[in-house]
């Protein structure tokens, strides 16, 4: 194995992106990811995807893009999804699927050489997913997880588990605070927070355009004060390039992305960024490079990410590094 630890007193800010393709695939990793790392001047380090416990087949669909990613020197970051409520999972009520999830992701670890950044039951404060608004359940649900991959073999090293709540919610709705299933059990914290903008969209009920400090800086601030010194992921993030309700204004999307990499590059405690780098399936325009498309490779990304302090952190490197070390 790899001992490429960097000073651990100097550690960077690690760049990810959720590609439009199947990671599983090499030529995915060829013109999205390699591409993009050789038009950017500096390399990701993470490749996010979004993997269901009852996905068919987990060798294949879950170890396989695993896999793809490691050799190719991304390290995985998955949002780990489920049709089911919270309460199901916690009851056991899909535990043969995630049985045969973990026993595949088992076979990815290889003995704990290799590692990956797990989220489980993403954004479940959010009123569009299936296992949402259930505080309590959830955070059994989080816990049954874990307590699977154990049984299953699931070397400790080679899993980091993030809790990835939405920011935002609607008024009413209980807040990501009564979701954290506590220290002991979270490598690291983050959240999703998007900047819509004006894109036509009946589920954009309030269209505006936010800037950076307003997309982050408050849900920030409520993560350092619920975990105290965890790493802070930006578990999803993009921006629409409508700046106002006639239309799009590539400029706008430009120096939106360049505001944003220059704050969260200096903001205490962020860790990595990860750039929902695909069209929604509400259509919303949120890819900033799409290889060899004209007029999708947003320049303002280039540049916000030129700061020193983004920099690449191999597979190895980050599977050696104390979580409590990475800012």
Not at 126 to 145: F, M, Q, V, W
Not at 239 to 256: H, L, M, P, R
Request: glycine share 8%; proline share 8%.
């Amino acid at each position: 194995m790899q001992t490429d630890i960097p000073d651990l007193n100097n550690l960077p800010v690690l760049l990810g992106i959720y590609p439009q393709g199947w990671p599983g695939y090499q030529q995915v990793i060829d013109t999205e990811f390699l591409a993009l790392d050789a038009w950017m001047g500096k390399r990701l380090s993470i490749g996010g995807s979004f993997l269901d416990i009852e996905i068919p087949y987990p060798l294949d669909y879950v170890k396989g893009p695993l896999e793809m990613l490691w050799k190719n020197g991304y390290t995985p970051f998955v949002n780990l999804t489920t049709s089911h409520t919270a309460r199901e999972v916690a009851r056991g009520e899909v535990d043969i699927r995630l049985n045969q999830w973990a026993q595949a992701f088992a076979s990815f670890a290889r003995d704990g050489e290799c590692m990956a950044f797990i989220a489980p039951l993403h954004e479940m404060n959010s009123r569009s997913s299936p296992y949402g608004l259930d505080p309590t359940s959830y955070k059994e649900a989080y816990r049954h997880i874990q307590e699977v991959f154990h049984e299953q073999g699931v070397p400790r090293r080679s899993v980091r588990w993030v809790f990835a709540p939405m920011g935002w919610n609607y008024p009413g709705d209980p807040p990501f605070e009564e979701y954290y299933p506590g220290d002991s059990g979270v490598n690291i914290v983050g959240f999703s927070s998007f900047n819509n903008g004006y894109y036509p969209n009946p589920e954009n009920d309030t269209p505006a355009w936010l800037m950076p400090r307003m997309v982050f800086r408050r849900y920030l601030e409520r993560m350092m004060l619920m975990a105290v010194n965890k790493p802070i992921f930006i578990c999803q993030t993009g921006t629409s390039a409508w700046y106002e309700v006639s239309g799009v204004d590539k400029g706008a999307k430009n120096q939106w992305l360049r505001e944003a990499f220059t704050y969260l590059g200096t903001y205490p405690g962020v860790s990595a960024v990860i750039y929902y780098n695909l069209v929604s399936t509400q259509g919303i325009d949120w890819p900033f490079w799409i290889n060899d498309v004209p007029g999708l490779q947003y320049e303002g990304y280039r540049e916000g990410i030129s700061n020193g302090v983004y920099n690449y952190l191999s597979p190895s490197a980050l599977s050696n590094i104390r979580l409590e070390l990475l800012r």
